[in-house]
């Protein structure tokens, strides 16, 4: 909030030193009203960018986080379709395994693929996480069972069509483009970030820095005890510490 009351706070100094009327003449170009006016425009479209950019990534956070919310169930039909189909064993491992990297867990260690039997079903899974559970990782884990699925498993045969293998990669392709579309999101509200905080307090050209050296002037052309100055006492201005 301290950049929105900053802008408000600039926005009131640029009425009261308006409010003078002729008696406001500062040498500094900078100081001017017309310069104050273009600052004030451009400080309050960056706060209106960087609020547009943030309602942008939170759309497509909303947007994948949905599509991911299924991934598991949809992968646990996967296998459960593959073993129906009677698949090779060492294919339905392999599944199994990209299986448990979406789910973050395994239940051997990572570099081994786990051989399914009827006694490893029947024994409690031992589990452990897997640093592999951002949305790109569990993407290109889905991706990779998609293709496994499409391209190896010519036994895979199911009446859903959520689970047929054109239906996999669309999934697949869906996810990777939403996980592009948020990371381009993110990009762009911290670049919009960055340029909101340049402009309000980075410089001798900032809005903070102007609306200081604008106090002072007034403070030296009226007197500090002056009417004049004393309409400065209401505007406040917070130094927001920015890298």
């Avoid at 425009?41 to 990534?57: C, F, G």
């Avoid at 006694?119 to 949305?135: F, G, H, L, V, W």
Wanted: glycine share 4%; aromatic share 6%.
């Amino acid at each position: 909030m301290s950049n929105i009351k900053n802008a408000a706070s600039y926005s009131r100094l640029v009425d009261v030193c308006t409010g003078f009327g002729g008696k406001y003449n500062p040498g500094r170009q900078t100081l001017q009203l017309k310069a104050m006016r273009a600052l004030l425009t451009e400080a309050q479209s960056s706060l209106q960018d960087v609020s547009r950019k943030r309602n942008a990534l939170s759309g497509i956070t909303n947007e994948r986080t949905k599509a991911f919310d299924d991934l598991q169930k949809l992968v646990t039909k996967i296998v459960s379709t593959m073993k129906a189909s009677q698949v090779p064993v060492a294919t339905l491992a392999t599944a199994r395994f990209y299986t448990r990297l979406i789910n973050g867990q395994l239940k051997y260690n990572r570099d081994r693929l786990p051989v399914p039997s009827e006694d490893n079903e029947a024994q409690p899974m031992i589990t452990r996480s897997i640093t592999q559970q951002s949305y790109v990782a569990k993407a290109h884990n889905f991706m990779r069972l998609a293709q496994l699925i499409n391209e190896e498993v010519p036994e895979y045969k199911t009446a859903s069509a959520q689970l047929q293998p054109p239906a996999l990669l669309e999934k697949a392709a869906q996810l990777k483009a939403l996980n592009e579309s948020w990371s381009r999101a993110k990009v762009a509200l911290t670049h919009a970030r960055i340029h909101r905080d340049t402009l309000f307090y980075k410089g001798p050209a900032s809005l903070l820095s102007n609306a200081n050296a604008v106090k002072s002037y007034l403070r030296a052309e009226f007197g500090t005890r002056s009417s004049e100055a004393a309409q400065l006492s209401a505007l406040s201005f917070t130094k927001k510490r920015v890298r």
